[in-house]
């Protein structure tokens, strides 16, 4: 395992992955500046915050403008090899401070591009064509250690296999989250009404399911890998159509593209494929393989190296699972929701109004809208974590005014997957009592049962 693991391998993959992976982080906070997205950071008057992360300042919209300025000038840099350790560090920094900054605009495909920014740290994906070779920072080099690679193909296909575990649950395989979906697409011209008929809801979630559950087998299988790649860029592309969905379609292509052999960017046709013939040395792998053979025992640096990729692996084994330890229906209670690549597999509306009891028994009704953006009050309804948040932080508001709740409480109701609605939590539940916690949540409401 061990030789397997150092071995070299062709760096064409590598760079071409740096290049493009660089290039659209870059483009997705980009097109947040031009669409706006990047008002959900500096707009609101309350931030919600990940538990133990509380303390982090609200900083001000231009210190958001500059983490945005910063993640788009790491991303090219990363792309264009220059400084790339530094850059690449910084495009990590900047997309994890995004993620903490704001717990409502959480993304299953934000939390990836950190992950993977991540590991372009630790990957030397500047050893050649790059801007630190041509300054003579760096070495170049016509190859690269296959860990880099596998820990690469880890990540991608450790978000298919968990995004086909979760949609094994009674919603997915009736098709309802799919069918409100395609539903509110009707009105597409051409598409909208094939959308809207009620078999390609069904066709779409169990094509879905198999594709989640299959790609990543048939990519390894070097007979089955151009099919499972077509395969893939078909269902990419649709989502492209069907969905948007930013820069994720395309960054999951390119991921996609990875499972060819190391020296594939190569063999492209074209402008792409004599790009990478010219400025890449041709890598003798054979020959560099005789000439570094791997010591019988790992040396200080692989061991170093091997504790890194075990821990790694570990955690992102375990993270996605720990919903599993919370009662209840993960999508109706939300413990256990993020970072465990449960992707699109719900639907919700609600709404939520909360009654402050003062001293004397005088009641006032609170609109969440008054404290929080629409995409706030948006996420709010669906997430018990994020009530007890806001109600905590309209005690503190009132006790800044002089007055002193007695009693918070939040008057619920959650449509989720297009079941009727019920309360998320209880009218009655004095929301002042509760702490915030990893913990279970007994408070929360049941959700439907199954049979309804």
């Known amino acids: 395992m061990k030789s397997a693991l150092f071995r070299p391998v062709d ?29 959900n950071y500096t707009e609101p ?19 958001i403008y500059a983490v945005y300025g910063l993640v788009l000038g790491a991303g090219l840099a990363v792309a264009a090899g220059w400084h790339y350790r530094l850059m690449a560090g910084l495009l990590s920094l900047g997309y994890g401070a995004l993620l903490l900054l704001e717990e409502t605009e959480y993304i299953n495909h934000f939390y990836l591009y950190a992950l993977l920014a991540a590991v372009l740290v630790c990957l030397p994906a500047h050893h050649a064509a790059s801007a630190d070779v041509r300054a003579g920072r760096v070495r170049p080099a016509a190859t690269t250690p296959a860990w880099t690679r596998s820990l690469v193909l880890f990540q991608v296909g450790l978000v ?35 959308l809207a008929a009620a078999p390609t809801a069904w066709l779409m979630s169990y094509g879905g399911l198999l594709f989640d559950a299959l790609v990543v087998p048939l990519l390894l299988i070097r007979r089955t890998r151009p099919w499972a790649f077509g395969l893939a ?7 492209v159509v069907v969905f948007g969905l930013g820069t994720f379609p395309w960054f999951s292509l390119l991921l996609t593209s990875l499972f060819f052999a190391p020296d594939f960017p190569r063999r492209l046709p074209g402008f792409v494929g004599r790009w990478f013939r010219q400025r890449l040395p041709l890598a003798d792998v054979a ?19 091997l504790a890194g990729l075990g821990a790694y692996l570990l955690v992102q084994l375990t993270l996605p699972l720990r919903y599993l330890l919370y009662p209840g229906q993960v999508h109706w209670t939300e413990e256990g929701h993020r970072f465990s690549w449960h992707l699109m597999l719900r639907t ?27 995409n706030q009050v948006n996420k709010l309804v669906n997430s018990p974590d994020l009530i007890l948040q806001f ?14 709740p007695v009693a918070i409480h939040c008057d619920s109701w959650l449509s989720l ?12 539940l004095n929301l002042l009592t509760l702490k915030r916690s990893l913990s279970p949540y007994p408070w929360i409401e049941p959700a439907y049962t199954q049979s309804k």
């Open 391 to 404: 109600a905590h932080l309209l005690a503190r508001d009132y006790q800044r005014r002089g007055l002193r």
């Open 45 to 63: 008057q309350f931030h919600f915050r990940y538990i133990g992360w509380e303390w982090l300042p609200a900083p001000p919209p231009a210190g």
């Open 417 to 428: 997957n297009g079941h009727p609605p019920q309360p998320l939590v209880s009218p009655k």
């Open 11 to 39: 760096i064409a993959w590598l760079v071409y992955f740096r290049l493009g992976a660089g290039f659209l982080m870059a483009l997705e906070h980009a097109g947040g500046l031009v669409i706006g997205r990047v008002r």
């Open 160 to 194: 298919y296999v968990f995004a086909a575990l979760a949609k094994l649950n009674p919603d997915w395989l009736a098709a309802r989250p799919l069918g409100i979906w395609l539903a509110a697409r009707a009105h597409y011209p051409v598409l909208g009404p094939v």
């Open 233 to 239: 860029a078909a269902f990419h592309l649709m989502n």
């Open 287 to 305: 020959s560099a393989d005789a000439a570094e053979q791997v010591p019988p025992h790992a040396t200080p640096f692989q061991r170093w190296i």
């Open 348 to 374: 919700k509306s609600g709404s939520a109004v909360f009654r402050v009891r003062l001293p004397g028994g005088r009641e006032e009704i609170v609109q969440p809208a008054t404290y929080l953006t629409r």
